[in-house]
């Protein structure tokens, strides 16, 4: 009968064992796994791209506080003496392919105006050291756009999460507030606001949160209207629990991924905000300095000295990359639906 | 059961009317009566789309009746919505879902999801939680090493294990059951109906079960309504109800479901319904069955029907019977 | 190769790449189709049978997914060893599927008449005049009244069944040999999932086709088929004639099934349930899949694979209780159905 018929098995075999253990044995759930921020937190380590760029943000981070210090000179410290000295670096000047030797139109511009020390990245047109107010001005602009990325948070997911979660007529005032809002050109807003403020760092960040909140408060209002008939929350409220309770417990936790990733999002958004107001010349007043303003200064003399446009340039370019990468990274190790 | 029933649960005249757009409502329920005895299980079968989950769910007041009367335990509960009358009603009545997937906070681990009930009715003292949680889960079949684990971690059937361990938590007298095993394995669906018939003994619990599946239900249920489009059309005792179905819609759900023996089948004379279920946004005139009722008569397209007694304890709503 | 069998699975591995485990989805499946046969491949889910019928039209995404070993002889030739453009000429002409959601297997921006006579203009290479004739005569067939009308509208103007009834005639437009059915009422309601055997049921013996229907509803595999598969973690426990696996079952997987199901005409107030869950198939059981929850479980089964065991000329049964060493064991009260 058997297909096994010719080999021959120990009676002892057929004994019967003890079916409730091995019942009891099979209840014991899979062996544990990690739980959703362990496990996110692995694949997104795994992503060399997203690696990358949080190493290279780092990196600008770090080089934002210690650049401004590596030198005797403050970002708004004057001095026609040496107005436009090309970038020169000791070690490297004798690189002559390198843009560090400082020499411009064949001639090293140091000898000729008689400096002795060197100018990293150049000076601009006052003599201002190039070096550290390309860092500072960093420093300012992630400044700018952290506190901002931060502002919209709070706001964004306050009124999102209590526009989504009580519904109907709330709701219904809460978003044509927003249409309102988003409904005049957000240039026509800021410029209003700049003059109202004065121009400064507040101004500018007000400016950019004003209408920046918005979006955060789309994605959040979306996924509570989305989160808010699921059976757990439900199940919630058949407990008795309290709204505050409700939102804190069971709908912000399972949002926190796209609150993370809009936010993520939302600092490169700044950025480049932020630089495009100053470039059009709404933003930082002088002497301060950030990327955008740099860029400006330099781009008013872009033929003759490149180079006062380059080093910011490669700055605020390489910090919106990373950030764009890290946030996709991030989405992919936080929100695997979205992947493809 | 004792001879001197107990309504635990009166439902009168119940509807929820839900706008659809401007001018048009989607009458999901719209006008049912029923009672539940304390101590038995009640049993609701519909096909998808009869309101039988929306009226589960306007009984727990997760929605707003539009108009009718729900009186649990003597008192009505609309007439209750002082805070503490309404949280002593959330402690009484709890209820169980229908996706084990969904039902569950994907970020809580099972202790904090069973904890959260506790907090609010003060069930326990704090310090005597992790022994009642221990207790529960393994009233419910599962252990204590369970309680530090992630929903994701189990299986279907294990998830809704703790969805009734959750509802158990906070020591209710009724507990409303909406579609608990129609996402299980057919193994798993019975684990789950026994536990479930465990606890009303040995909790003195009182159940509304609803469900799709006519022949779980009847195999749990004492008594059974069955709803068509928003419409309580039959309850009858679950064996009354199977062996002399009055309601042509009742008669045609009963011979529609596959019974698993083949032989039986072979000879089987079975009622196929014609067409589809109409949209509760425009439900027929009259009786709402009428468009697919083989016995339809002028008078079903014009008259709603009557809900009536026609025997002791069971009640129909048909022309037929008039 | 049996010249008697259409189709026949010998062997079938299939395996499921995730993350970082290997989850042994079919792990050696045999079974064979008969012309103008219905076979039903019964089981819970996770048990490998949505898995072993999409292998056999490679529906199977690699990665994924990979059938690692075995052999699908359709017509004398095997289809695993057919490169990926044999398929396409044979999925809808030869063997055609239906699924459980008609909805997301229908084109939502195109006319219903469109979507049919597209398959049939792909497959038999007509003119669209007689294309749409064909798609005219297939709706009636499928019992979609107002054809004519109904050729002109969009899938979202159908009801459930009513798409489940377009699905079907796309699969019958080229005349398939086997329809493969993949539990094509489980998302319907009772009233309709009558409707729809009752269709499939008259089809198959209107068109002379063999049906696989997969499925976890055993009053289903009682209405519709002839022969059934039952399996469980990826294996075949049990296969026989209808009336076999209904009225004479041997293995205990059966038993618990037939068991933990209510029957609309007994008293009985306490369903057998099986105890446990399926196995994890990423680290499969090396013995029987089901001695962890078999009440009937002896040592041999845990250690190793039961041999197949023939009962009678169609029911073959891997169970080691029906090894000559065994404990003889009857089939519980609770399992037994009177026909």
């Known amino acids: 009968m058997s297909s096994n018929k010719n080999i021959v098995y120990n009676d002892e075999l057929f004994e019967k064992v003890n079916y409730y253990h091995v019942v009891q044995e099979d209840k014991t759930v899979e062996s544990k796994t990690d739980n959703y921020w362990v496990k996110a937190m692995k694949t997104l380590f795994k992503n060399k791209w997203a690696m990358l760029s949080l190493l290279c943000i780092v990196f600008f981070i770090v080089m934002s506080l210690l650049g401004p210090i590596m030198n005797d000179h403050t970002y708004k410290e004057q001095d026609l003496t040496r107005a436009f000295l090309p970038p020169k670096i000791p070690i490297l000047a004798d690189v002559h392919w390198l843009p560090f030797d400082g020499y411009a139109n064949g001639v090293d511009q140091y000898e000729l105006m008689g400096v002795e020390e060197s100018f990293w990245f150049g000076t601009d047109q006052f003599g201002r050291d190039q070096w550290t107010r390309v860092w500072y001005g960093t420093m300012i602009s992630l400044s700018i756009a952290f506190i901002a990325a931060i502002i919209d948070f709070f706001i964004g997911v306050t009124y999102g999460g209590i526009s989504g979660y009580f519904g109907v007529k709330v709701d219904n005032v809460m978003q044509r507030i927003i249409e309102v809002l988003v409904g005049i050109p957000n240039l026509v807003i800021i ?24 979006g955060m408060a789309r994605i959040v209002r979306g996924q ?13 409220k058949t407990l008795g629990l309290t709204h505050p309770k409700i939102l804190t417990k069971d709908i912000l936790p399972n949002s926190m991924a796209q609150i993370i990733i809009t936010t993520m999002f939302t600092v490169p958004g700044a950025i480049f905000f932020e630089a495009f107001l100053s470039f059009i010349g709404l933003g930082l007043p002088a002497p301060m300095a950030s990327l955008g303003t740099v860029i400006n200064d330099g781009f008013e003399s872009l033929q003759i000295y490149p180079y006062l446009v380059i080093f910011p340039s490669i700055i605020i370019s390489l910090l919106l990359i990373s950030f764009n990468l890290l946030g996709d990274g991030l989405r992919d190790a936080l929100d695997p639906k979205m992947k493809h | 059961m004792s001879n001197i029933k107990e309504k635990v649960l009166e439902v009168k005249n119940l509807k929820k009317h839900f706008p659809v757009g401007r001018k048009t409502v989607l009458k999901a329920v719209d006008g049912i009566n029923f009672h539940i005895f304390r101590g038995e299980i009640f049993g609701i079968v519909g096909e998808s789309g009869c309101g039988k989950s929306t009226a589960g769910r306007t009984i727990i007041q997760l929605y707003e009746p539009t108009a009718g009367e729900i ?81 994701h971690e189990f299986s279907g059937g294990q998830r809704q294990r703790i969805g009734i361990a959750r509802a158990l938590s906070v020591n209710p007298k009724f507990i409303i059951a909406d579609e608990p095993i129609s996402a299980l394995d057919v193994s798993i669906q019975a684990q789950v109906v026994n536990l479930m018939k465990e606890l009303q003994v040995s909790r003195d619990l009182t159940f509304l079960f609803i469900a799709h599946d006519l022949s779980m239900v009847k195999h749990i249920s004492d008594r059974i309504g069955v709803m068509y489009l928003g419409n309580m059309v039959e309850i009858a005792t679950s064996e009354e109800l199977y062996s002399n179905p009055l309601h042509p819609y009742t008669q045609a759900l009963l011979s529609a479901i596959p019974l698993p023996n083949p032989k039986q089948e072979r000879h089987r004379e079975r009622i196929i319904l014609k067409g589809d279920v109409p949209s509760p946004i425009s439900p027929p005139s009259g009786c709402p069955f009428r468009t697919r009722c083989s016995k339809a008569m002028g008078i079903c397209a014009e008259v709603k029907p009557e809900w009536k007694e026609i025997y002791n304890n069971h009640w129909v709503a048909c022309h037929l019977y008039n | 190769m049996n010249k008697d069998y259409l189709l026949e699975v010998n062997n079938l591995q299939v395996t499921f790449k995730t993350n970082n485990t290997e989850v042994h989805a079919v792990r050696g499946v045999n079974f064979q189709l008969k012309e103008k046969e219905t076979l039903a491949i019964v089981g819970e889910s996770g048990s490998g049978k949505s898995v072993t019928a999409q292998s056999i039209i490679k529906l199977i995404s690699e990665p994924p997914g990979k059938i690692n070993n075995g052999s699908i002889f359709y017509k004398g030739e095997d289809l695993l060893t057919k490169p990926e453009r044999y398929f396409s000429s044979i999925r809808g002409k030869e063997i055609s599927m239906i699924f459980q959601d008609p909805m997301s297997s229908l084109n939502p921006t195109l006319k219903i008449g469109r979507q049919i006579a597209e398959t049939i203009i792909r497959h038999e290479k007509v003119n669209k005049e007689t294309a749409y004739k064909r798609t005219i005569e297939l709706l009636k067939l499928v019992g979609i009244p107002n054809p004519e009308k109904r050729i002109d509208q969009y899938p979202y103007e159908f009801s459930g069944g009513m798409r489940q009834r377009v699905m079907i005639a796309i699969a019958l437009s080229c005349n398939p040999k086997i329809l493969i059915a993949d539990e094509p009422t489980t998302a319907l309601d009772v009233t309709i999932q009558a409707q729809i055997i009752e269709l499939l049921n008259d089809l198959q013996q209107k068109l002379n086709m063999s049906t696989i229907i997969i499925t976890h509803d055993l009053g289903v595999v009682a209405n519709m088929a002839h022969r059934v598969v039952v ?35 007994s008293k009985e107030k306490k369903l057998i349930a099986i105890d446990g869950s ?62």
């Open chain 1, 191 to 214: 410029i209003l606001a700049i003059i109202i403020l004065k121009p400064g760092l507040v101004s500018i960040i007000c400016a950019i949160v004003l209408t920046g909140w918005v």
């Open chain 1, 224 to 236: 509570v209207l989305k989160l808010k008939s699921q059976e757990y929350v439900l199940a919630s």
């Open chain 2, 71 to 151: 009186i649990f335990n003597g008192k009505k509960i609309q007439d209750q919505l002082k805070k503490k009358d309404l949280l002593k009603f959330r402690q009484e009545m709890q209820m169980i879902f229908q996706d084990p997937y969904a039902s569950l906070n994907p970020r809580m681990n099972v202790r904090e999801i069973i904890t959260a009930g506790l907090t609010v009715h003060n069930i326990v003292p704090k310090n005597e939680h992790e022994n009642y949680i221990s207790e529960l889960l393994e009233k419910v079949g599962l252990n204590t090493s369970h309680a530090n684990r992630y929903p």
């Open chain 3, 231 to 265: 399996m469980y973690g990826g294996k075949v426990a049990e296969t026989g004639t209808v009336d076999e696996i209904f009225y004479q079952p041997k293995h205990p997987y059966t038993w618990g099934l037939l068991s933990s199901i209510p029957k609309l005409d």
């Open chain 3, 278 to 339: 399926p196995p994890n198939l990423a680290n499969p059981p090396k013995g029987c899949p089901f001695a962890p929850r078999c009440p009937y479980a002896m040592k041999v089964c845990i250690e190793q694979s039961p041999g197949i065991v023939s009962s009678s000329d169609t029911q073959k049964t891997a169970c080691w209780l029906l090894d000559e060493q065994a404990p003889i064991t009857d089939t519980p009260e609770t399992a037994r159905i009177e026909g």
